[in-house]
């Protein structure tokens, strides 16, 4: 199969063959590049990130949530800055064309993509180690964008969904074990916080998504706030499953685990009983952990009220690694 | 370093440490998605483009010349279409953090990016093989992009700048040998030709950048524009190093040799005497090589006036292979 065969075949399979969401797309795939028409009300939202194999999925990992996976991580971004998803762009690298594990992975892409309203509107083909590099354009209202910088002292600080199931299938799986079906999904097939995400304009005052773990990402906030945060751990929403295991591990994957692709973003204290109709609408949790305060510190503590210390990058350093692509 | 520290210093040094030149991007580098004000004007241009160590580059190259390269494929693609360029983004997937190859990356990307005035405004960085990937998004005109689509019987062929360097280049270099300065600067350090494709607006009927071979990039533009073509393989243009060549290798090279980042364009057989004043402005060659006919099929002829057969892909077929990446 040719590259030009192979987008072809992923157009038509990502969008539809009939392309008929491609309205404002003037030119797509066929060109060298694709022009976009944005409506002159809407700021663009622009986000890249890379999944490699051996270090953000297992080579044993099915074409198909891999091609969910590398979409989701992106519409997660455009979630966490509360985007419309609009257009995505595709930059694929495989061993050798495998007709089979493209259909598959242009399915679990597609399905995604159909599901958020984001259409395939250009992309790369190329040989070599397995990666999958997404750029995803959004829209918004102009100065509606949620940032991380907007974090106050007094100010909620929220999570949605469930945390910490997607690292723990991780660690079931690389002990050989088999994850349950939600720690499958948790870690296969996140579902971006997009209608969350566009809820939550002009009602937080700052927003991540949790990608790298909790204390991490949630760190990202208080230095670009120049805020603190104390954080109750035991309050952290989590499945039955989590409930079973011994507490310091349960507490360690809900703190620093990661790829839970769920929404950590502050209110003000006054606005909190909006967090129920709003949960109600996006399907969602939403869970109260802490409270912003002003010692430029991230401090976690346990139900009964003494010092939890995550594993995971703290606020204050990174010790840092080249792992873990959610920098962005 | 961690994968922070690393984001920052690819930015101030790509960027300069002042970022004075980022007016327009309302949310840069350090959240989870940039946010773009695009004027009122303006459609948005987007490509996206990978590099992969041991496929489109040697694993012998010289980090600043990576740098230059990764962007200046993305910045042909961009010129091909007439687009201003405005920002890019640029996900890197490194083996190791290795603060001085990062240094030299950084330089070689950032002196073409302040010289073609785009700005990064994002990106993701991951450890796995070397692997570059760089979206582009430029603006232009509405309805003023050059596309593949419009070219029309008895137009001219015309083409940019030198042909088959680069290829010649990587073939010494495959060899063991070394080539000279001129064939090192057309494999490692292409020159989009950004001036030229703004200038083409209004005057050329198609165009593409030439990155897969002249053969190949024209036949898209015939394939797009259901259009055939003849041309004349002995005037392409080409450096004085090539003219010693055997002839076949000589026209091999110059018509399927890919790599040269050349604009192919076809214009209107009354406007040609305007190529003269715009080679000059553009500081460029510009050679007409060939017109459209409506046979449907590419002919390349000799001086002679005898077929010449090109051994790359041709108008008709794609063979195929996905070892280049220049299908966009």
Redesign the interface.
Known sequence: ???????RQLHERINGADGSDLSAC??GI?????????P?D?????????L?????FLKTSDAQSLGHKALAVNLS??A??G?QPA?F???L??P??DLSWLESFAQGMGDLARSAGIVL?????????L?I?V?A??L?E?GM?L???GARNGELVVVSGQLGEAAHALEILKAGGEPGPAGRVALERPEPRLQLGRQLRGLATSC??ISDGLVADLGHILE?SAAGAEIDVDLLPGFAILARLPEEQRRQLQTSGGDDYELCFTIPGNRREELGRMAEECACPLTVIGRINDSGKLVCTMADGTAFVPRGRGYDH????????G??
Chains 1, 2 share one sequence.
Request: hydrophobic residues 40%; negative net charge.
């Open positions: 199969m040719s590259e030009f065969d192979l987008i003037v030119v066929g060109d060298d590049c694709a022009v976009l028409e944005i002159q809407r700021q663009v939202v622009v986000t890249t990130d890379t490699v194999e051996g270090v953000h971004d455009l966490s800055m985007a257009w762009f595709l930059a690298t495989l050798a064309p509107a250009g992309g790369d083909t190329t040989s070599g180690p990666s590099t750029t354009i959004g918004i102009p964008a940032t991380r910088d991540i998504d670009a990174f010790p840092g690694d080249t792992n873990r692509a920098g962005r």
